[in-house]
């Protein structure tokens, strides 16, 4: 079992927004802001595209954005496209080491 | 551009060692953190550790016992050894890179390798 925990699946179609959420407890999410989001394609590495909560790396689209509220973060992404289906994944620094989520597996319809 | 390489056995036996070896291609290996992630077929992302540059490690502790970590910044490569195995150890092993923000392990990794498949079977 994962130790933070996001929906198994979301879907949306092209043009629209979707968010994930990802959920923690007060020693991970909650208490820090090391909060990262991860892009998985089938059979790639993943690739990060949010950390520190809302930070984008050099190069990410400005259409990915991410958020935290309390014990739960959440990766909005806006303008869908199909390039953009893929598994999601969530992590939290917590004590000196890293949690991931369980991921999430985005369908663009 | 940083790359990493993983390298090593795709088969192990049970009860063996499984031993991988993380080769970085440009860019500094001093100051950063570098972490082995692993993934079992078809399921979520698993941090198993670190090495820093400097040889300070920390390891996830459902693995603490069978771990060992290691750097050698001469070669350009850190190690993983996992000892022990057994089938729930069969995933693609991941090296990546920490972001830098200083002496401090914050997660983050902004640099991956390709993934190497290793899978535990007699």
């Known amino acids: 079992q994962s130790a933070l925990t996001q929906p198994a699946s979301v879907s949306g179609s092209p043009g629209q927004s979707i968010t994930i959420s990802c959920t923690g407890v007060?020693?991970?999410?909650?208490?820090?802001?090391?909060v990262s989001w991860y892009q998985q394609h089938p059979g790639k590495a993943p690739k990060l595209i949010i950390y520190?909560?809302?930070k984008r790396p050099s190069g990410v689209s400005t259409r990915f954005s991410g958020s935290k509220s309390g014990n739960t973060a959440s990766l909005t992404i806006s303008g869908l496209q199909g390039e953009d289906e893929a598994d999601y994944y969530c992590?939290?620094?917590?004590?000196?080491?890293?949690?991931f989520g369980g991921g999430t597996k985005l369908t663009v319809l | 551009q940083v790359q990493l390489q993983e390298s090593g056995p795709g088969l192990v036996r049970p009860s063996e060692t499984l031993s991988l070896t993380c080769t970085v291609s440009s860019g500094s290996i001093s100051g950063y953190f570098w972490n082995w992630i692993r993934q079992p077929p078809g399921k979520g992302l698993e941090w198993i550790g670190y090495?820093?540059?400097?040889?300070?490690?920390n390891y996830s502790p459902s693995l603490k016992s069978r771990l060992s970590i290691s750097v050698d910044t001469s070669k350009r490569q850190f190690s993983l050894r996992l000892s022990s195995v057994t089938a729930a150890d069969t995933a693609v092993y991941y090296c990546?890179?920490?972001?830098?923000?200083?002496?401090?392990?914050?997660?983050?990794?902004?640099?991956w390798g390709h993934g190497t498949m290793v899978t535990v079977s007699s």
């Open positions: 992590s939290s620094y917590t004590a000196s080491r890293c949690v």
């Open positions: 520190d909560v809302n």
């Open positions: 990546a890179r920490e972001l830098n923000r200083g002496a401090s392990n914050l997660g983050a990794f902004d640099f």
């Open positions: 090495v820093y540059s400097s040889g300070s490690i």
């Open positions: 007060r020693s991970d999410v909650g208490g820090y802001n090391y």
